[in-house]
């Protein structure tokens, strides 16, 4: 690999005795990674479906290595959303900042939502996510993984860090940045990424990253902690920037992580930093399995508050339409109807306490229950995968290896005759070994497909 000679020698700087042996492990394999969404399976669980040959990655409890052979996004598990499939280093910021159900989150630089789709599951349903990522398109991936993931309690948000910190100051209990960076740490796994550093290197992230970490520390709340990460080496983007926040902001100080096998110090000699950067961590592709990385937890000093800087939205609906009421009646789930925002002919349950969003760029807030269409309801591919098998009135549960899974998510029609279910006609959820997979209409023994175009089996 033709690697940048500015690179090779601020890495032999970095390294030192070790630089030859980061050199070699570009010969090695690329590496895989598949988390599991704790959301939907618990691991254990999984591991007794699961297909594939899958290797526990140490320091992630539901990541596993798995061979390349295996092609997990092309298994109906996938989308079944029962796992993600992520880079190993890259599954390590959202492990390391602890997340409990019922706080509120922002994963500030979010897409693809490799990130999110974990915060979201550590949040179990409670409390509030909102995902940001300043590019439209990459937002609408984001946005498609956290529905896959079944999250509804989250808002997906395209706006600059500015922005957002006007609409939530002290708001956050936990904030995680990935910063944008110069992708130095993934220059093994994709090199196209080296043409794309020599254009913009470390300097110019290392500013549009000091935009972006002071306007979230205003979001955050006192008492509330936050992981700043990138995937590069280089230390202006890394304990420099980490030394940037101290610095500018005093409130904030470094939470020590805890060195799992494999993990390196922060390196605050080198860097010119002080000592309190020791406490950050620095993966390496010649000491773990998988790409480079740098992880940082800070705290905001003060005591946590519950109800700081509050947002309640009151629903926009006076009486609650009867083509929602009767499709509920399907559904073995209380939904808190003061939650229920009608915007045209579509139907959301947004999270009271994410208050207004009249101002900013978004793509969704809540969970989209559907669309009133002519005096009937239609349920949406979000509402079916934010649903447990067993808290819909009528399934129709294939097995995985039931040829008639593929079908359905290429969209056709299928025939369902063989099949017992608790209504001989109309809605139907469609589920693989349990886990649902979308909606369908049941119509003399044969299932019209419902399941969404844009998701579906290429």
């Known amino acids: 690999m033709n690697l940048p000679k500015q690179f090779t020698d601020s890495m032999k700087v970095l390294l030192k005795d070790e630089y030859e042996d980061y050199i070699k492990s570009f ?15 618990s691991v254990e669980d999984f591991l007794k479906i699961s297909p594939f ?3 526990q990655i140490p320091w992630i409890e539901n990541g596993f290595f798995y061979s390349e052979d295996d092609r997990p996004a092309k298994h109906p598990y996938y989308f079944a959303g029962l796992y993600y499939l992520q880079e190993p280093s890259a599954m390590t910021p959202a492990n390391l900042l602890p997340v409990t159900p019922g706080e509120r989150v922002l994963d500030l630089c979010a897409a693809p939502g490799g990130k999110s789709t974990e915060l979201a599951a550590k949040l179990a349903g409670e409390g509030l996510l909102v995902s ?31 922005k957002l910190a006007e609409y939530f100051p002290e708001y956050f209990d936990k904030i995680l940045i990935d910063a944008p960076c110069s992708g130095e740490g993934m220059f093994r796994k994709d090199n196209k990424l080296i043409k794309a550093w020599l254009s913009n290197g470390p300097e110019f992230y290392s500013n549009l990253q000091k935009t972006i970490v002071t306007e979230a520390v205003k979001m955050l709340k006192p008492g509330g902690l936050m992981i700043y990460s990138t995937c590069t ?20 100080s470094v939470v020590p992580l805890e060195k799992k096998e494999g993990f390196c110090d922060g390196m605050y000699e080198l860097a010119g930093t002080s000592k309190e950067t020791k406490g950050c961590v620095r993966l390496f592709p010649h000491k773990i399995e998988g790409e480079g990385h740098f992880v940082a937890l800070l705290k905001k000093d003060g005591e946590l508050k519950e109800d700081l800087n509050g947002k309640r939205l009151e629903s926009n609906v006076k009486k609650v339409p009867e083509e929602i009421t009767e499709f509920l009646k399907h559904i073995y789930r209380d939904y808190n109807m003061d939650e229920l925002q009608i915007f045209d002919t579509r139907a959301y349950i947004v999270p009271k306490e994410l208050g207004s969003l009249k101002g900013l760029k978004y793509l969704r807030t809540g969970l989209l229950l559907g669309e009133i269409k002519k005096n009937r309801f239609e349920p949406s591919q979000a509402l079916a995968m934010s649903l447990k098998m067993n808290e819909f009135d009528s399934v129709i549960d294939l097995n995985v290896d039931d040829a008639r899974v593929i079908k359905y998510l290429k969209g056709e029609t299928i025939d369902v005759d063989d099949i017992q279910t608790a209504r001989d006609s109309g809605w139907q ?30």
Not at 27 to 40: A, Q
Not at 137 to 150: I, P, Q, S, V
Not at 233 to 252: A, G, H, R, V
């Open 27 to 41: 010969e090695e394999p690329r590496i895989y990674g598949l988390r599991v969404n704790t959301s939907k399976i």
């Open 53 to 55: 040959k899958l290797r």
């Open 132 to 162: 940001n990522d300043i590019s439209a398109t990459r937002a609408k991936a984001l946005l498609k993984n956290l529905e896959l993931f079944g999250i509804s309690n989250m808002a997906v948000v395209c706006e600059m860090p500015q």
């Open 233 to 252: 080496f280089s230390m202006c983007e890394d304990e420099q920037q980490i030394q940037y926040i101290l610095d500018q902001c005093p409130e904030m």
């Open 429 to 458: 959820l469609v589920c693989v070994d349990g886990c649902p997979l979308g909606f369908g209409k049941l119509v003399n023994g044969t299932l019209k497909n419902k399941y969404l175009s844009g998701w579906r089996w290429q």
